[in-house]
């Protein structure tokens, strides 16, 4: 199969999959309205997929995973048109509790650990929703993702490496047993090694019937993992498309992604870029 043909097959299947998150002309604003962080931003997760959410610095997209997970307000946010569904209901008033209830989990940007608890007490805090067997389920599943964590379940959080560390949000947003997961930056400063760790656990967590919505500044990592991918400047959506057609575009290639060109075959340009 060359590769316009696997592009046009990824974005059928693509449609054909129930869309598990539907955002639709969302705007979004800060302190009281005075300033505008999203302008009419349009997107879908679909069940089962991987999507990428790309974009420079202040693009918008962190305040975007706020408004899915319920923590505009906050941070003094507020939604001022459109719709968040989820699982078709529109949920852009219920509470991030509420929310989280429904299966939308969080790994926040910068890491956001409590350093003087341990690793497992750490991990016991991000399934505060679930009963007492829930979280010991919880705990071996998201050990057995991370053996590292399992290892030094009893150490300080504050004393783990960059990435044990990145691992550990990550691990903490999974105790909840989410069917929607968004994670903002996980790779941030970490080494390449690290950083293909991480993607090949997104694709784990992927596997094991969790859909993702991935926030990456690192674009060579994201669309290694992604199926799709979303390129948001200056608080709206300028791209969206297949990776593969994201990556064969050369024009988006060097304006937004700032990444070589691919080395593997061309021909995904009549992918669902638009
Ligand atoms: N709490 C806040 N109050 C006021 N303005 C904010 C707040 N949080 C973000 N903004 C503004 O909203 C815009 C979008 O910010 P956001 O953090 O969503 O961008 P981002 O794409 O995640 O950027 P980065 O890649 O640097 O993390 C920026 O102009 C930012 O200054
Ligand atoms: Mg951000």
């Known amino acids: 199969m060359n590769g316009e043909t696997m592009s046009a097959r990824q974005n059928a ?15 979004v604003t800060y302190s009281s309205g005075s300033i505008s ?22 693009a918008g997209k962190t305040t975007l995973l706020r408004a899915i997970s ?11 048109a459109g719709s968040i569904r989820y699982r078709s209901a529109d949920i852009s ?6 929310r989280v209830r429904q299966g939308i989990s969080i790994s926040l940007e910068g890491r956001r650990i409590f350093g003087d608890l341990s690793v497992v007490d750490n991990l016991k805090a991000g399934g505060y929703t679930t009963s007492r067997a829930g979280t010991a389920k919880a705990l071996e599943q998201v050990m057995e993702l991370f053996p590292v ?4 379940r009893d150490l300080a959080a504050g004393l783990l490496s960059g990435g044990e560390q990145q691992m550990l949000a990550v691990g903490r947003a999974l105790m909840q047993g989410p069917r929607l997961l968004l994670l903002d930056e996980p790779s941030l400063g970490l080494a390449p090694l690290i950083v293909k760790q991480i993607m090949e656990i997104v694709r784990d967590i992927n596997a094991g019937g969790c859909s993702v ?3 990456e500044q690192n674009v060579t990592a994201a669309l290694s993992v992604a199926n799709y991918a979303y390129v948001l400047d200056s608080r709206r959506v300028e791209h969206h498309g297949s990776a593969a057609a994201l ?3 050369d ?10 060109a691919p080395t593997a075959p061309r021909g995904a340009e009549n992918g669902a870029l638009r």
Do not use: M
């Open 70 to 80: 319920g923590l505009l307000g906050l941070h003094g946010g507020a939604i001022r």
């Open 213 to 215: 919505l991935l926030i």
């Open 149 to 152: 964590l399992g290892r030094k």
């Open 13 to 27: 299947d693509r449609l054909q999959a129930p869309a598990l998150l539907s955002v639709q002309d969302l705007s």
């Open 93 to 98: 008033s219920s509470s991030s509790w509420s």
């Open 247 to 249: 990556l064969a575009d």
């Open 37 to 58: 962080a999203l302008e009419s931003v349009s997107l879908t997760v679909h069940e089962g997929e991987i999507v990428a959410l790309l974009g420079v610095n202040g």
């Open 251 to 260: 024009t988006l290639r060097d304006l937004y992604l700032g990444v070589a």
